[in-house]
């Protein structure tokens, strides 16, 4: 899936804990890093993706900037509810440019991934893309 956008694979953001009208959660899984959603610049901030069905992830990559730390969760359910925890991580800071972190999910299956933004390195983040890995 690294080729294609989520939204393209008709994956969804089915929650986002903010939303500024210039910067959806929809720009998340657009598959380009130029376009973005931001945060409002209180934490944590957390958005949750869904897939068609359900799916096998090894990795996900984040482009993100001013990200400190990450927890992700995953159901398998049809309800964005009951998540259990993945991995979690710190994010080294990037001054001027984009973090970009491949996180492993040892092949996790999900209908939902849930991305919760615990601290950021300033009061606003922004990410810019999610991709999955099979």
């Not at 209180?42 to 001013?66: C, G, H, L, W």
Request: charged share 20%; hydrophobic share 35%.
């Amino acid at each position: 899936m690294t080729e294609s956008s989520l939204s393209a694979l008709g994956a969804k953001v089915v929650v986002a804990a903010s939303c500024d009208e210039n910067h959806p959660p929809e720009n998340i899984i657009d598959g380009n890093t130029k376009t973005f959603w931001m945060s409002t610049g209180m934490f944590p901030q957390e958005f949750i993706i869904r897939f068609v069905e359900p799916t096998k992830i090894s990795a996900v990559t984040v482009d993100s900037y001013n990200v400190k730390h990450l927890k992700i969760e995953k159901n398998t359910s049809r309800n964005a509810s009951q998540f259990e925890p993945v991995t979690e991580k710190e994010f080294e800071h990037t001054e001027g440019h984009l973090q970009s972190n491949a996180i492993s999910l040892n092949g996790s299956n999900a209908t939902h991934l849930r991305f919760i933004i615990t601290t950021g390195y300033d009061h606003f983040v922004s990410v810019h893309r999610v991709n999955i890995q099979n």
